[in-house]
C-alpha cells in the first residue's frame, strides 16, 4: 500500500509543475505581447512629435522640408544648398548619428510623400525590418 500511496504522490507533483510550467508560459507571452506594444507605440509617438517638430523647425528656417535625397540627416547637418537659412541641428544628436527606431533600423524618409502627397512621410519598418508590410508605422496611420 505505500508504493501505491507514493506512486500517487508523484503523479501528483508532476501534475502541480505542469500547471506551474503553463501559468508560467501564459505569463511570459503577455509580458512579451506587451513589451511589443511599447516599441511600437515608442515609435510612433517618436514619429508623431519628436521628428515631426525637429522637421516643422527645419521647414521654417528653410521654407521646405528636406528633400528625399537630403534625408534626415539635413536636421542634423546643414544640406550643401542651405546657405544662412539653415539654424540647426534641429534635433538632439547621438554623436552625430540619427535616431533608430526600437528595432535598431534607421527611420525612413521622403519629401514629397508617396502616402502624404502635400507633406513628408517618416516611418518605422516595423518589427520586421521590411519595407511596405502591414507591420510598418508611419505618420500616414493612427
Known sequence: MKS??????????????AIIGLLA??????????????????????????????????KLDMGSYPSTAEGLRALLAAPSNAGESWHGPYM????????????????QYRYPGTKNKTKYDIFSKGPDKTEGTEDDIGNWSQ
Not at 517618436?46 to 522637421?55: A, C, E, V
Not at 538632439?92 to 534607421?106: A, C, F, I, M, S
Open 25 to 58: 508560459g501564459v505569463l511570459l507571452k503577455g509580458v512579451g505581447g506587451a513589451h511589443d506594444q511599447a516599441e511600437k507605440s515608442v515609435a510612433r509617438i517618436f514619429i508623431q512629435t519628436g521628428l515631426k517638430t525637429s522637421l516643422e523647425r527645419y
Open 4 to 17: 501505491s500511496v507514493r506512486a500517487f504522490t508523484l503523479i501528483e507533483i508532476l501534475v502541480v509543475v
Open 92 to 107: 538632439d544628436d547621438e554623436n552625430g548619428k540619427l535616431p533608430t527606431d526600437p528595432w535598431h533600423e534607421p527611420y
